[in-house]
């Protein structure tokens, strides 16, 4: 009797749990399909916007209300990982035609905090390495790094470089690429490093989980009223980045810029030039990801847009792009001696 007057009174007087819901994950039996999209929705035939020239484009969709928020993206331009910003991600392959298959659905293995809240693995850029196929994955709100198997089946080691701790916990680690010749670039949302201008940023000597303490702070000015979402290497050395803002008459609008890194120093600053700009009456949503692809002799840019996991007010948008314009200038810029960051 004294066991069950225990738990009649841990049910009466113990409060309930008032916490915050545990992050609802993807179902891998919900399938999603892409439907196709026109870069301006009012005028089909029109493809092009600035300096991009537009291929195809996507938006997926899903019944399952876990799915979404994509904001980041790897590919081969056929093979696809998208990764949310909650620590969720997608797998398919997309064949010429917009048909999709290999579909599926995964949760990173581990990652900071107990992946409870969304919060804990707010993932926002990936950067793989095509040899190896490792995936190292950038947490905004905590600032710190993570690297992963070929197909997130496990995580393989983390690091909080001690350069990034100063970013604001929910604007800090926003953009992350890794160059070909195996530095990495990270860039924050919105913190500048004290008496610069723009936004911080970190080149990293080598791999910043296994060595985060080599390599140099540099500062980025994207666009008047833009923050920068996420950047990539082109083949000519040359980076591109996604720049966005908003506001509650224009929505998300999107800028995206070329920046020439050679002569790059450290504590150096770098701006980029605007190639072109996603506003009406062109497609123009919350886009966060960026990936380069080689395509015969064409350069071209995937981007994909985060809908927050809130449709139908925003979309999960998949656009194919050609850049247009020489992007073969020459030699890679070459790699400079580093310093801790």
Known sequence: ??????????????????????????????????????????????????????????????????????????TDGRRFTLLSDGGQGIRFTLDDKGRLSGRS?????????????????????????????????????????????????????????????????????????????????????????????????????SDPVRDPGRGFRFSYVAPAGFRPTDIAELPDGRWVAVNRRFSALSGFIACITIIDPRGLKPDGIVRGRDIARFAPPAQHDNFEGIAVVRNGGET?????????????????????????GPTSSGATPRPRRSRAP
């Open 1 to 74: 009797m004294r066991l069950w007057h225990s738990i009649l009174i841990t049910f009466l007087f113990v409060p309930p749990w008032t916490g915050a819901p545990r992050a609802p994950e993807p179902n891998p039996e919900v399938p999603f399909a892409a439907e196709p999209v026109a870069l301006f929705p009012q005028d089909a035939g029109r493809r092009r916007l600035g300096d991009l020239v537009f291929v195809r484009g996507y938006r997926l969709v899903s019944a399952d209300p876990a799915f979404g928020g994509y904001s980041s993206l790897a």
């Open 105 to 205: 659905a995964f949760v990173l293995p581990d990652g900071p905090g107990s992946g409870w809240e969304k919060s804990d693995r707010d993932s926002e850029s990936m950067a793989v390495d095509a040899t190896t196929g490792k995936i190292w994955v950038a947490f905004e709100t905590s600032n710190q790094i993570w690297r992963y198997d070929r197909r997130f089946l496990r995580a393989e080691a983390f690091s909080a470089p001690r350069a990034m701790q100063s970013w604001p916990r929910n604007r800090g680690a926003e953009a992350m690429m890794r160059l070909r010749d195996g530095r990495f670039v990270v860039i924050d949302e919105s913190e500048s490093w004290p008496g610069k201008p723009g936004v911080g940023g970190i080149v990293f000597a």
């Open 300 to 324: 071209r840019l995937w981007i994909v847009a985060d809908d927050n996991q809130t449709r139908p007010w925003q979309q999960s948008l998949l656009l194919e792009f050609r850049l247009d």
